[in-house]
């Protein structure tokens, strides 16, 4: 079992920036992709970026690419989510996920989701 647990999400004024934080726990994960989704209000989950552990391979939705940066501390089993010129349509409730596939498809463990809201 893994436990995931997010924090960093907050309120944030459009063109700002928010740091996501994912402490992850349990078993090994010496092999696991860790990464990010998020879920809009009355839309689906999707797929916002991932990072694997072996070699800091990165993908990205492409609606983030050149805004999120991904990366990991995998001494300190966290993975962050470093989000710059945030628009409103950003808001969302952010996942971390863990997943023994690349690029996390599909998700073997999710964390409880941290808020982020962009005002215009």
């Known amino acids: 079992q893994v436990q995931l647990v997010e924090s960093g999400g907050g309120l944030v004024q459009a063109g700002g920036s928010l740091r996501l934080s994912c402490v992850a726990s349990?078993?090994?994960?010496?092999?696991?992709?860790l990464g990010w989704f998020r879920q809009a209000p009355g839309k689906e989950r999707e797929f916002v970026a991932a990072?694997?552990?072996?070699?800091?391979?990165?993908y990205y939705a492409d609606f983030v690419k050149g805004r999120f940066t991904i990366s990991r501390d995998n001494a300190k089993n966290t993975v962050y989510l470093q989000t710059n010129t945030l628009k409103p349509e950003d808001t969302a409730v952010y996942y971390c996920?863990?997943?023994?596939?690349?690029?996390?498809?599909?998700?073997?463990?999710w964390g409880q989701g941290t808020q982020v809201t962009v005002s215009s």
């Open positions: 349990g078993r090994t994960l010496s092999n696991y992709v």
């Open positions: 996920a863990a997943g023994s596939s690349w690029p996390l498809n599909p998700v073997d463990y």
């Open positions: 990072i694997r552990r072996s070699d800091y391979l990165t």
